[in-house]
Structure formats: structure tokens, C-alpha cells
């Protein structure tokens, strides 16, 4: 994994264009076996779209903002609230989801979004992101790796956001 965070080290700083960016990141998220990877972003004013930088399927993402799910997905309202990273997906966690959530997790399932690990970014600018890293297949151990390597992971969230910020 250290090559892994040293080539994406490296092809972040060397990059300005946003496609070398998710490459990066995709490569990150394949070293894990996690299928896909969703940046999501607020960083305007209230009403503004967010920035978006993802390997989810873009189906799912067209459906996602046309639906404006950001507004009722759990992921992105825990990761607005608490900067800890945190696991997500279909009975994963809380049993009490409402009928919107459970419909959002229902429907990213069938684009093969079925579980994750998001990795909340609070700056000291006030924007709020998250980096979600995303499987299909969902294991009983499929956190493990996340969790060995959760400091760097932290911090590839944080660089990203960085160079997100600047692209």
C-alpha cells in the first residue's frame, strides 16, 4: 500500500486537470478492492450544486443530483456533522432509517453501491467534504483494510480536497 499512496502522492502534485486526480483516487480505491469512489463537496454558497468527483457509475450520478439526494443521504449529512471516518450501507447501520434513506441505499445498490467507508473533510475555510470509498461486494471483513490504513486514507482525503479545491 505505501507505493499505492506514494504514486498518488505523486500524481496529484504533478497534475492541475481534474481526470488525473480521479484516476488517482480510482487507483487507491482498486488497491483496496473497492470498486468505486465518490468525492462530494459543498463548497458555495447554500443552493449551489456540489463538486462532484466520483467512479460511481454516471447513471447513478445523474439520478443522485437530478433527485438532489445530497439533501437526504445519511453519509453526507453524518459526514457534515462529525469529521470521523465511519462505514455506511445496506444494514450497516441504524435500523431506524426514514423511508427517503432507505430508498437512497436501496437504489445506489443496484448501481453496485452497496457499502462504504467515508472519510469526512472539515477545513479551516468552513467547506465541508467527503471522500466515500465504495464496494458491491461487502464482505464481513471488507473494512479491514480501511481501518490499517485509515491514517493515510485521512490524509489522501485531505490532499484531495486540496487539489479538488484548486482544479
Known amino acids: 500500500m505505501d507505493r499505492v499512496f506514494q504514486r498518488f502522492a505523486a500524481q496529484l502534485t504533478e497534475s492541475t486537470h481534474q481526470d488525473a486526480a480521479q484516476q488517482s483516487m480510482a487507483e487507491v480505491a482498486a488497491a483496496l478492492k473497492l470498486s468505486c469512489f465518490a468525492y462530494l463537496a459543498f463548497l458555495r454558497g447554500p443552493g449551489s450544486p456540489p463538486n462532484l468527483i466520483s467512479t460511481y457509475p454516471p447513471s447513478w450520478i445523474a439520478i443522485y443530483l437530478q433527485r438532489g439526494y445530497e439533501s437526504v443521504d ?3 449529512r453524518r459526514a457534515m456533522r462529525r469529521p470521523k471516518p465511519f462505514r455506511w450501507g445496506l444494514g450497516l447501520e441504524a435500523r431506524n432509517r426514514s423511508e427517503a434513506e432507505r430508498a437512497l ?3 445506489a445498490a443496484k448501481f453496485g453501491i452497496r457499502c462504504g467507508s467515508t472519510f469526512p473533510i472539515h477545513d479551516d475555510r ?3 467534504a467527503a471522500l466515500s470509498l465504495a464496494s458491491d461486494d461487502c464482505p464481513t471483513g ?3 483494510p480501511l481501518i490499517e490504513h485509515a491514517q493515510s486514507l485521512r490524509l489522501i ?5 486540496a487539489h479538488a479545491k484548486r482544479s
Open 74 to 76: 445519511p453519509v453526507v
Open 105 to 107: 441505499f436501496e437504489e
Open 126 to 128: 468552513g467547506a465541508i
Open 142 to 144: 471488507f473494512e479491514r
Open 157 to 161: 482525503a485531505t490532499f484531495f480536497h
